[in-house]
T-cell receptor, first 116, second 116 residues
C-alpha cells in the first residue's frame, strides 16, 4: 500500500498564479482533509471531506478550493496564490465510523509551497 | 472550541534519560481522542500514540506512554530511555467526537533534542 500520496513535494509560484496540490489514498478511507503547517503554529485544517461529493471548510479555508469526485482523490486548488500561502501542506485520511474518537489520521509526506 | 497547549518550545535531554513532553487541552466535547505525532527533520508526520477520553488505563506503545489526567485536562507524552533518533518535533493533537473524525486540532509543538 502506498498510503497517502501527495504531489508535488516542492513548488515555487509567483503571486497570482494558480495551482493544484494532488492527494490520493489507496486505503478506501471515507474521510480526507488538508492541513497547512506554518512555523510555530502547528497544523491547521483548511478543508475536509467526509465522502465523495461532500466537502466542508476547516479553520483556514480562504484562498483554497477543494472537490471530491472519487473516494481516492482530494485535490487542493490555490486560485490566486499569495505570499501568505507559503507553507507546508499535508493531506490526511482516516476511515470513518468506528469507536468514538479512535483511529489515527494517516498523513502524506507533505508539499512545500513557496509563493514569491 | 477545542484547544491544545504545548508550553515547551524546546527541550534538551541526555541520551538514555526519560523525557516528558507536556500537553494540556480544552474541549466541551464529552467524548474525544488525544494523539501524539512525531515530525522528524524529513518532515513526515508519524503517529505515536492514542488515548481515548473514556479509556480507563493510560496508553502505552513501546517506549512511549501517555500520562492522561482527565481532571487536569493533561495528556503528557513520556518517552523512556531516549535515543538520538528521538530528536524531532512532537505535536499533541485532539479530536472531539462531535467535531468529526478528520478534524484534528494541533498544538504548536515541542522540539526535542537528544544529546549524546
Amino acid at each position: 500500500n502506498a498510503g497517502v500520496t501527495q504531489t508535488p513535494k516542492f513548488q515555487v509560484l509567483k503571486t497570482g498564479q494558480s495551482m493544484t496540490l494532488q492527494c490520493a489514498q489507496d486505503m478506501n478511507h471515507e474521510y480526507m482533509s488538508w492541513y497547512r503547517q506554518d512555523p510555530g503554529m502547528g497544523l491547521r485544517l483548511i478543508h475536509y471531506s467526509v465522502g465523495a461529493g461532500i466537502t466542508d471548510q476547516g479553520e483556514v479555508p480562504n484562498g483554497y478550493n477543494v472537490s471530491r469526485s472519487t473516494t481516492e482523490d482530494f485535490p487542493l486548488r490555490l486560485l490566486s496564490a499569495a505570499p501568505s500561502q507559503t507553507s507546508v501542506y499535508f493531506c490526511a485520511s482516516i476511515q470513518g465510523g468506528g469507536r468514538r474518537g479512535a483511529g489515527e489520521l494517516f498523513f502524506g509526506e507533505g508539499s512545500r509551497l513557496t509563493v514569491l | 472550541a477545542q484547544k491544545i497547549t504545548q508550553t515547551q518550545p524546546g527541550m534538551f535531554v541526555q541520551e538514555k534519560e526519560a523525557v516528558t513532553l507536556d500537553c494540556t487541552y480544552d474541549t466541551s466535547d464529552p467524548s474525544y481522542g488525544l494523539f501524539w505525532y512525531k515530525q522528524p527533520s524529513s518532515g513526515e508526520m508519524i503517529f505515536l500514540i492514542y488515548q481515548g477520553s473514556y479509556d480507563q488505563q493510560n496508553a502505552t506503545e513501546g517506549r512511549y506512554s501517555l500520562n492522561f489526567q482527565k481532571a487536569r485536562k493533561s495528556a503528557n507524552l513520556v518517552i523512556s530511555a531516549s535515543q538520538l533518533g528521538d530528536s524531532a518535533m512532537y505535536f499533541c493533537a485532539m479530536r472531539g467526537y462531535r467535531q468529526g473524525a478528520q478534524k484534528l486540532v494541533f498544538g504548536q509543538g515541542t522540539r526535542l533534542t537528544i544529546n549524546p
